[in-house]
């Protein structure tokens, strides 16, 4: 039985860029995800967030700004009902070699961790290569949306060739009920 999702941010919840997600006015909600996410609570699963935030150690943006933007997220998706139970960020640089980075499992095994979760217990819904490479690290399922900005169709095989079985969706809303773990309709 699920009693887990963990999310990625950029390209799951909001929309992404290749010039990142910079100050609150950059955050923009996907359609349907923050719906998502409300009837998620609302069936008593747990969610966690998981977004490497790189801009951070390359120094494009400092720690408040993050919180800024976080705070917009946070304050998006308690307005329509849902909750983040916990989130958790790699602020590192991508040649850091910190433990947290997607795709190796840190920040899914802190969120698990902190959500008192079982990794079997668990999808991990991502928009990248790197979510999907995480949650197998995690021993967590593994779903794929196809909205953020790379090319969603080579994604989408480069993860069916890594993990065969992997759900492939449009996006969030998509992804859950397909999983059918929610009354959410279409």
Known sequence: MTTTILLDRDGVI?????????SPKDWQPIPGSLEA?????KSGIKIGLCSN??????????????????????????????????????????????????????????????????AHDAFMIGD???????????????????????DAKDIAEKAQHIYPHIGIYPDLKSAIIALKLTSLSA
């Open 14 to 22: 909001n929309f992404d860029s290749p010039y990142y997600i910079l």
């Open 37 to 41: 996410i409300a009837a998620l609570t």
């Open 53 to 118: 935030q790189s801009a951070l150690g390359r120094g494009m943006f400092q720690a408040e700004e993050m919180q800024a933007i976080h705070q917009k997220m946070m304050q998006a998706i308690d307005d329509t009902g849902g909750h983040i139970a916990h989130s958790a960020y790699c602020p590192h640089h991508p040649d850091a070699q910190c433990l947290c980075r997607k795709p190796k499992a840190g920040l899914l095994i802190e969120t698990l961790t902190k959500l008192h979760s079982e």
């Open 128 to 150: 990248s290569l790197r979510d999907v490479q995480a949650a197998l690290a995690a021993n967590v399922e593994p779903i794929l949306v196809q909205t953020g900005y790379g």
